[in-house]
């Protein structure tokens, strides 16, 4: 059973604006983070991440709701007892320090320890971000990834139970950046410490997290599992902001004892598994990667249905191609497996194709 390190209980927090209005940027949020967690917060720009993670440092109080570390309440601890540290996106390191200095600027404060603990403690965190060999040099000898671990270190050294990490690596290029994230995972792992993680980015958050929190407009959308958010969206908002997927509206109708889907465009039968949908208006998700072209025989699975397409796009990934293809007015987005250079042909634009998908795969959304 994973044991809980943080819990946060109905929090709420509202800006006054200087406009004179109100922003409401924690709507209630109930959240618990275990120990040895890599949690994701993620969500668009101005959805309260930034917020709820100032709220856990210190940095902004609560309106109402509380959050315990191990049980006991902080709201009352001050910013700088609190066991937590922040990394932010612009590394924030004393340029006229040398990277040992600014990593134990933190220990140096702290008298107590003597020289030998500080070094071991030094040494480790070194370690860990894999710079050994660079604790002569000053920041602006060092690469944006260096820099950024040398963050990471300094926030690291005085061994907080929780990292809070505020979108640390948008100001990377897009390969150092995937290095980081492994690296990132890596450290997590080794050290132990919580890490609760700030992105916009959703295949950052898939990637690397334990758990996704999606937060829209001050709340949680949903909270899982990176598969779980990804297959099972609870939402249109979850379903549209991980992932592509192609949002199709319409009907949902009974007719001689059958289920089915209907829009102005297209029809299609649905199992009695979307029975509580009946004369509901939806909308259904499907991701381009849950079409596939006649490879499957229909006849071996009786929840396979298909649609008739004219191609309007082809665009080539290497080892995919996505086909953007339509029925009448209705767009369609299908990423599609290939193996050969043949193969592409049948998909050329204009071309008219049949794209099947496996109806208990879709979702549906009220
Ligand atoms: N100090 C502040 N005063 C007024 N409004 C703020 C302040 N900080 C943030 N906000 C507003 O609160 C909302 C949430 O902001 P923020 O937590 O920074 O979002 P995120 O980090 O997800 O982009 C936004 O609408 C933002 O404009
Ligand atoms: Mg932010």
Do not use: W
């Given at each position: 059973m994973p044991r809980t390190l943080i819990s946060i209980d109905n929090a709420c927090k509202t800006y006054d604006t200087p406009e004179g209005g109100k922003v409401n940027?924690?709507?209630d949020i109930n959240l618990n983070i275990n120990y040895n967690e890599f949690v994701t917060l993620l969500?668009?720009?101005?959805?309260?991440k930034t917020t709820l993670l100032k709220t856990i440092s210190g940095f902004e109080s609560l309106d109402s709701g509380d959050i315990k570390i191990e049980g006991k309440s902080?709201?009352?601890?001050?910013s700088y007892k609190r066991p937590v540290n922040t990394v932010f996106?612009?590394?924030?390191?004393?340029?006229?320090?040398s990277v040992k200095k600014n990593i134990t600027y933190g220990l140096d404060i702290n008298?107590?320890?003597?020289k030998a603990e500080k070094d071991k403690k030094f040494n480790y965190v070194l370690n860990l971000i894999n710079?050994?060999?660079?604790?002569?040099?000053?920041?602006?000898?060092?690469?944006g990834g260096q820099q950024q671990r040398v963050a990471l270190a300094r926030a690291i050294i005085n061994e907080p139970k929780i990292l809070l990490l505020d979108e640390?690596?948008?100001?990377?290029?897009k390969k150092l950046r995937s290095n980081m994230q492994i690296e990132l995972k890596n450290i997590q792992n080794q050290s132990g410490i919580s890490f609760i993680f700030v992105t916009h980015d959703q295949e950052e958050a898939l990637s690397m997290s334990d758990r996704i929190i999606v937060m829209e407009n001050g709340s949680v959308s949903q909270e899982g599992k990176p598969e779980e958010i990804y297959?099972?969206?609870?939402?249109k908002f979850t379903a549209d902001f991980i992932g592509e997927t192609n949002l199709i509206n319409g009907l949902v109708e009974e007719e001689n004892g059958l289920i089915k889907f209907k829009n102005e465009n297209f029809e299609f039968h649905l199992t009695?598994?979307?029975?509580?949908?009946?004369?509901k208006k939806v909308t259904f998700s499907i991701r381009p990667e849950q079409f596939f072209t006649n490879?499957?025989?229909?006849e071996s699975n009786p929840y396979i249905s298909n649609f008739n397409v004219e191609v309007i796009q082809r665009l080539f990934f290497g080892p995919n191609i996505k086909i953007v293809c339509k029925i009448k007015n209705q767009i369609f987005h299908c990423l599609l497996k290939i193996s050969?250079?043949?193969?592409?042909?049948?998909?050329?634009?204009?071309k008219k194709i049949s794209i099947y998908f496996d109806v208990t795969k879709i979702k549906l959304f009220e």
């Open positions: 940027a924690l709507k969500g668009p720009s101005g959805c309260g902080i709201i009352n601890t001050p996106q612009n590394y924030a390191l004393f340029p006229h320090m008298k107590s320890l003597d710079l050994e060999g660079f604790e002569n040099r000053m920041p602006h000898q060092l690469s640390p690596l948008s100001a990377l290029d297959y099972q969206p609870k939402n009695k598994d979307f029975q509580q949908y009946i004369n490879d499957v025989p229909k050969d250079q043949e193969t592409i042909k049948l998909f050329e634009k204009n």
